[in-house]
């Protein structure tokens, strides 16, 4: 069993203001990384798949970096807005199969 | 394009029954993956099915079973339903067998043993 960790736990940030999540994973066991955004009562939604070192993803203001030789990848949002209020998760795969590996979420509440 | 969709969304069963939940993968999608969320707790693998193949599996008991037909829909059964066993269960779909491919979820199944 792969142990991957998120931080914060939850997080609080007043409309407009930009945060930060993290994701810290083995470093000896990656093939891939994937963040998801869940919001309540709805199914997961794929935002980012990460592969290669120092890969960096961006979707509107939500961007993703990825450190593998230090075991990390950093998720950004730019003037978070009310509507990004949901769980962030993050999820690592060790090898080429889908057997993946979640951190417990970073839940986001965004203050109008 | 319709999602992945799961059946039922709701269910109550009694300790010692058994359950099957079905999910519908995204037309396409080959591989159809499984997951339990308990309360506390992350998401967690429960197994992996491509071209009706179990691929991987997670460490669950022998009393959780899935199975995928010619059509790539997938149904999975849990046998002797303990307490325990209340949790959402999530599937996922994607396109192939690697995990580079992104993956699409259902809703959800939450099951509740009495």
């Not at chain 1, 093939?31 to 960096?56: C, I, Q």
């Not at chain 1, 990825?66 to 509507?83: H, R, V």
Request: one cysteine or more.
């Amino acid at each position: 069993i792969l142990n991957v960790e998120q931080s914060p736990q939850s997080l609080h940030v007043q409309e407009g203001d930009s945060t930060n999540f993290t994701c810290s994973f083995p470093s000896s066991n990656f093939y891939a990384l994937h963040w998801y955004r869940w919001e309540t009562a709805k199914s997961p939604e794929a935002l980012f798949v990460m592969t290669l070192n120092g890969d960096e993803k961006k979707k509107g203001r939500i961007s993703a970096t990825l450190n593998t030789k230090e075991g990390y990848s950093y998720l950004y949002i730019k003037g978070s807005q009310p509507e990004d209020s949901a769980t962030y998760l993050c999820a690592l795969a060790p090898n080429t199969g889908n057997q993946f590996y979640f951190g417990t979420g970073t839940s986001l509440t965004v203050i109008p | 394009k319709a999602g992945v969709t799961q059946t039922p969304r709701y269910l109550i069963k009694t300790r010692g029954q058994q359950v099957t939940l079905s999910c519908s993968p995204i037309s396409g999608h080959r591989s159809v993956s499984w997951y339990q969320q308990t309360p506390g707790q992350g998401l967690q693998f429960l197994f992996e099915y491509f071209s009706e193949t179990q691929r991987n599996k997670g460490n669950f008991p022998g009393r959780f079973s899935g199975r995928q037909f010619s059509n790539s829909r997938s149904e999975m059964n849990v046998s002797t339903l303990e307490l325990g066993d209340s949790a959402l269960y999530l599937c996922a779909s994607s396109l192939g067998a690697v995990s580079s491919y992104e993956q699409y979820f259902g809703p959800g199944t939450r099951l509740t043993v009495t």
